[in-house]
């Protein structure tokens, strides 16, 4: 999948999910719960946008020299904590599919998102807005695409895919029309501020 914004510029960090339309493809089975790390560094989270599968968990590492208060109201997952430099969170398990925006109530531009899905097929797309799948079997699927920049309350972006034959490559272009980046320095200057 290439995935860029309305100016033809590649986004990264859109998360694109595949699920058959039939119930009785064979989709890939999870093995085991995964334990990802989302590091804090010069005041930022990193990653902006990471996956999980439901139980899977999420460690919060502080590698700044400051202090950060890191907390989530999502109905998918509830907390807050404050890491001191070097410090990490314990693992936080993630059981509800849903999107877990995380904030920092010390640095208000620090933010990330925790994607959680139990879609056979998910991948979130590079720099250069590329989402690389595995094999797909047989069959029809619709492929939708989220990025934390899209309009809320809209559908997310989705297109219908049709494999002939197992591993037929298919290649999709989704073309978002984002919102600004909210990490973004405030422009006192022209915010009249």
């Not at 930022?44 to 460690?59: H, I, K, L, S």
């Not at 109905?75 to 936080?92: C, K, M, N, Y």
């Not at 978002?176 to 973004?184: E, I, Y």
């Amino acid at each position: 999948m290439h995935i860029a914004d309305s100016h033809g510029k590649a986004v990264a960090d859109a998360v694109v999910t595949i699920v058959p339309r039939d119930s009785a493809v064979a989709s890939p089975r999870k093995t085991s719960a995964e334990t990802k790390i989302v590091d804090q560094k010069a005041e930022a989270f990193a990653p902006y946008v990471e996956t999980f599968r439901p139980g899977d968990n999420v460690v919060f590492h502080n590698s700044d020299q400051t202090r950060h208060h890191v907390y989530s109201f999502a109905p998918a997952r509830r907390f807050e904590f404050v890491l001191t430099s070097g410090q990490s969170s314990a693992p936080l398990r993630l059981d509800q599919v849903g999107v877990v925006a995380v904030g920092c109530n010390i640095h208000d531009r620090m933010i990330t998102y925790l994607y959680v899905a139990d879609a056979p097929w998910i991948a979130r797309s590079t720099a250069n807005g590329l989402a690389v799948m595995g094999a797909l079997p047989t069959g029809d699927f619709d492929v939708r695409v989220w990025h934390p920049q899209l309009r809320p309350g809209g559908p997310d972006p989705t297109q219908p895919l049709h494999v002939a034959e197992p591993g037929d490559a298919k290649e999709l272009v989704f073309s978002l029309s984002l919102l600004p980046d909210p990490r973004a320095a405030a422009d006192r200057e022209r915010a009249n501020y």
